[in-house]
């Protein structure tokens, strides 16, 4: 009897040794995840006060009316239509929720983007963790790379890439709940995994590559291939299989494949490139640039080293064959990243970089689980215990670094002369930076800075039409209107479909030239294009108006009434021509209308109007 209860009582001891030590556990999970997650909201603190930037940010937020609004009309469109090139409906919603919740207010949008990145490492902690079955230090390495890695700041700091950390939410969380349904065998968490794939698909295409992780995993933890577990992913593939077809379709309407017109064998010499790119941007990650542009030599031909990088690839699959079975993390993390970031190296070239840091969002997670395992694994069994402080010493000066260089970064994302200023000091033959920063020098009034960068960039591109309607634009507002036309004739040479540039040049032509049948053959071309358009109706009324064609300018201008009542200008332009035939009456009740729009009329201009309505001068009194 009295050695039973002294069994008891020691089984009580163990127990209660066993409470504090998990509760130790858990301190020490929470103390971790907290300063991985503090030292994030550091580095990132500085894009809260950031700007949009012209990059994206013009056409997914601050002109995008579909977000305006949570209507039953702008959902079925934003889930009916392609965006910029892509498909992302829970993209689109998602600024729309920052839209009614603020506005255009930058902080919002910015915090919005944080909060998820968040969300995302704890996310991937918690996978991690799962994964290599309670490896915390791992995990913890894993996460704290991913958090703080200067590659994933244009994911965060622009607002436009709201995918990446959106479809990487939804894809994390789906391959948390297909851990779980190995773990415990129900069906219910493989339907949750669909549900959570198909929201990241909704979010950003490149979430077709989950299935084929379904797989790594499987392989990761030992489970053979049958029959069952390919059927169980064959939904996976199906719904991968149509939403890629639906992503190239998108790109395509938006003429963003192969828009640089590369031929298919070096398409495939750069697809190798961008690996190459991406291992050493992993590793040693300073002259980051917004824009990877295609690298050709003088000639327009394939650099030497581009014809090279094909061995690392090849490198890389000899190091898979070699810890296929003796370092399973190893071969897992490097197929990861492969699988991961296939659909964007460029084998099939869509848009005009050769690589983007974004891509590497997800992709990066398998060679930062690499880097886990040879810290927790590997390096203990190489190096002799004595140097354990210098090893985790060295991998805390690795982080404290990329936490300086992702702070760093996101000055650069602080508005967008600031980022277009930093690609043409690391890349001074950008065409497309002088393209944009020209486009913000107008924009902020800075107009001689303008003309300046296009006058630079048209010294690399001669023929770059963007670069002609800029500084444009630059005389124009300058009071330079014969320039001004000069270089608006010379872009529609180049490309007489840029219809903006008929309304600038017909402009011109009836507000500064006093030539209005060339600013109406200019409008008339453009609302060939248009017909529906109420500002270019608008501007057709007041070229007639100048003109003295008073009936033609009353049908442009009543047009664009009929096509937005709150034009204020064309119902001036009406109150004017029926002032001219004498009407009143007519000029009386627009020119009312145009005043409680907004538009500046003189009260005793309308007090002379309706005293010549009262007093029946009118050629065309109302009818009673």
Same mark, same amino acid.
């Given at each position: 009897?009295?050695?039973?209860?002294?069994?008891?009582?020691?089984?009580?001891?163990?127990?209660?040794?066993?409470? +504090?030590?998990?509760?130790?556990?858990?301190?020490?999970? #929470?103390?971790?995840?907290?300063?991985?997650?503090?030292?994030?909201?550091?580095?990132?603190?500085?894009?809260?006060?950031?700007?949009?930037?012209?990059?994206?940010?013009?056409?997914?937020?601050?002109?995008?009316?579909?977000?305006?609004?949570?209507?039953?009309?702008?959902?079925?469109?934003?889930?009916?239509?392609?965006?910029? *090139?892509?498909?992302?409906?829970?993209?689109?919603?998602?600024?729309?929720?920052?839209?009614?919740?603020?506005?255009?207010?930058?902080?919002?949008?910015?915090?919005?983007?944080?909060?998820?990145?968040?969300?995302?490492?704890?996310l991937i902690y918690y996978f991690c963790r799962l994964l290599f079955k309670k490896n915390l230090t791992l995990a913890f390495i894993t996460a704290a790379l991913f958090a703080v890695h200067p590659m994933h700041v244009e994911s965060v700091a622009w607002v436009s890439e709201r995918k990446d950390l959106l479809y990487t939410m939804y894809f994390l969380a789906a391959l948390i709940s297909y851990l779980f349904y190995l773990k415990r065998n129900k069906p219910g968490y493989i339907l949750l995994s669909m549900?959570?794939?198909?929201?990241?698909? #909704?979010?950003?295409?490149?979430?077709?590559?989950?299935?084929?992780?379904?797989?790594?995993?499987?392989?990761?933890?030992?489970?053979?291939?049958?029959? +069952?577990?390919?059927?169980?992913?064959?939904?996976? #593939?199906?719904?991968?299989?149509?939403?890629?077809?639906?992503?190239?379709?998108?790109?395509?309407?938006?003429?963003?494949?192969?828009?640089?017109?590369? /031929?298919?064998?070096?398409?495939?010499?750069?697809?190798?490139?961008?690996?190459?790119?991406?291992?050493?941007?992993?590793?040693?990650?300073?002259?980051?640039?917004?824009?990877?542009?295609? /690298?050709?030599t003088a000639s327009g031909q394939l650099p030497f080293y581009v014809y090279l990088s094909p061995l690392v690839l090849l490198l890389m699959g000899i190091v898979i064959w070699k810890t296929w079975k003796k370092y399973p993390p190893v071969c897992f993390g490097l197929l990861f990243f492969i699988f991961a970031?296939?659909?964007?190296?460029?084998?099939?070239?869509?848009?005009?970089?050769?690589?983007?840091?974004?891509?590497?969002?997800?992709p990066y997670i398998g060679l930062f689980i690499i880097a886990g395992f040879l810290f927790t694994d590997i390096i203990p069994k190489v190096l002799p215990q004595k140097y354990k402080i210098t090893v985790i010493i060295a991998g805390l000066l690795i982080l404290l670094l990329f936490a300086v260089g992702s702070w760093n970064r996101t000055q650069v994302w602080k508005d967008s002369i600031a980022l277009w200023t930093d690609v043409m000091e690391k890349n001074p033959r950008s065409v497309s930076a002088y393209v944009n920063r020209s486009y913000m020098y107008n924009h902020t009034n800075q107009f001689d800075k303008a003309v300046t960068d296009c006058n630079e960039g048209l010294k690399l591109d001669p023929r770059n039409y963007r670069l002609f309607a800029n500084r444009g634009i630059a005389y124009?507002?300058? *009071?330079?209107? +014969?320039?001004?036309?000069?270089?608006?004739?010379?872009?529609?040479?180049?490309? /007489?479909?840029?219809?903006?540039?008929?309304?600038?040049?017909?402009?011109?032509?009836?507000?500064?030239?006093?030539?209005?049948?060339?600013?109406?053959?200019?409008?008339?071309?453009?609302? *060939?294009?248009?017909?529906?358009?109420?500002?270019?109706?608008?501007?057709m009324g007041v070229a007639y108006l100048k003109k003295g064609v008073f009936d033609s300018s009353l049908v442009y201008s009543l047009k664009a009434?009929?096509?937005?009542?709150?034009?204020?200008?064309?119902?001036?332009?009406?109150?004017?021509?029926?002032?001219?035939?004498?009407?009143?009456?007519?000029?009386?009740?627009?020119?009312?209308?145009? +005043?409680?729009?907004?538009?500046?009329?003189?009260?005793?201009?309308?007090r002379s109007w309706q005293q010549k309505a009262e007093s029946g001068t009118s050629k065309n009194p109302p009818k009673k």
């Amino acid at each position: 009897m009295a050695s039973e209860k002294k069994s008891s009582k020691q089984r009580k001891i163990i127990k209660k040794q066993a409470g +504090k030590t998990q509760q130790s556990h858990n301190s020490f999970e #929470l103390f971790g995840l907290f300063a991985i997650l503090l030292t994030t909201v550091i580095a990132y603190w500085p894009t809260i006060h950031n700007d949009f930037v012209n990059w994206d940010d013009i056409i997914y937020v601050m002109n995008n009316e579909m977000i305006t609004s949570f209507s039953q009309a702008h959902i079925a469109k934003i889930f009916s239509s392609f965006w910029m *090139g892509n498909y992302h409906p829970f993209t689109l919603m998602s600024f729309a929720l920052d839209y009614n919740l603020f506005q255009l207010d930058r902080p919002g949008y910015h915090a919005h983007n944080l909060i998820l990145h968040l969300v995302n490492i704890i996310l991937i902690y918690y996978f991690c963790r799962l994964l290599f079955k309670k490896n915390l230090t791992l995990a913890f390495i894993t996460a704290a790379l991913f958090a703080v890695h200067p590659m994933h700041v244009e994911s965060v700091a622009w607002v436009s890439e709201r995918k990446d950390l959106l479809y990487t939410m939804y894809f994390l969380a789906a391959l948390i709940s297909y851990l779980f349904y190995l773990k415990r065998n129900k069906p219910g968490y493989i339907l949750l995994s669909m549900l959570l794939f198909l929201a990241s698909l #909704l979010s950003k295409a490149q979430a077709v590559t989950l299935p084929l992780v379904f797989f790594l995993v499987d392989y990761l933890w030992g489970r053979k291939i049958t029959f +069952k577990t390919i059927l169980e992913k064959v939904p996976f #593939l199906a719904v991968s299989l149509v939403f890629g077809i639906i992503a190239i379709i998108a790109q395509k309407a938006d003429n963003s494949v192969n828009s640089v017109g590369l /031929p298919l064998v070096s398409s495939l010499f750069y697809g190798n490139y961008s690996i190459c790119l991406y291992m050493f941007k992993l590793v040693i990650p300073v002259n980051l640039i917004c824009l990877y542009e295609y /690298p050709f030599t003088a000639s327009g031909q394939l650099p030497f080293y581009v014809y090279l990088s094909p061995l690392v690839l090849l490198l890389m699959g000899i190091v898979i064959w070699k810890t296929w079975k003796k370092y399973p993390p190893v071969c897992f993390g490097l197929l990861f990243f492969i699988f991961a970031i296939f659909p964007v190296l460029q084998f099939l070239p869509v848009g005009q970089a050769v690589a983007a840091e974004r891509y590497t969002y997800i992709p990066y997670i398998g060679l930062f689980i690499i880097a886990g395992f040879l810290f927790t694994d590997i390096i203990p069994k190489v190096l002799p215990q004595k140097y354990k402080i210098t090893v985790i010493i060295a991998g805390l000066l690795i982080l404290l670094l990329f936490a300086v260089g992702s702070w760093n970064r996101t000055q650069v994302w602080k508005d967008s002369i600031a980022l277009w200023t930093d690609v043409m000091e690391k890349n001074p033959r950008s065409v497309s930076a002088y393209v944009n920063r020209s486009y913000m020098y107008n924009h902020t009034n800075q107009f001689d800075k303008a003309v300046t960068d296009c006058n630079e960039g048209l010294k690399l591109d001669p023929r770059n039409y963007r670069l002609f309607a800029n500084r444009g634009i630059a005389y124009r507002n300058t *009071g330079r209107y +014969k320039m001004a036309v000069d270089d608006y004739d010379k872009v529609l040479q180049l490309n /007489p479909k840029n219809w903006e540039t008929y309304t600038d040049r017909g402009t011109i032509y009836t507000d500064n030239l006093s030539e209005y049948d060339k600013g109406i053959t200019d409008f008339r071309i453009f609302l *060939g294009h248009d017909p529906s358009n109420p500002e270019i109706n608008a501007n057709m009324g007041v070229a007639y108006l100048k003109k003295g064609v008073f009936d033609s300018s009353l049908v442009y201008s009543l047009k664009a009434i009929s096509l937005n009542p709150q034009n204020a200008t064309a119902n001036y332009v009406c109150a004017l021509a029926y002032e001219r035939k004498q009407d009143y009456p007519r000029a009386l009740a627009y020119g009312n209308q145009a +005043k409680s729009l907004g538009f500046a009329i003189d009260d005793a201009v309308l007090r002379s109007w309706q005293q010549k309505a009262e007093s029946g001068t009118s050629k065309n009194p109302p009818k009673k």
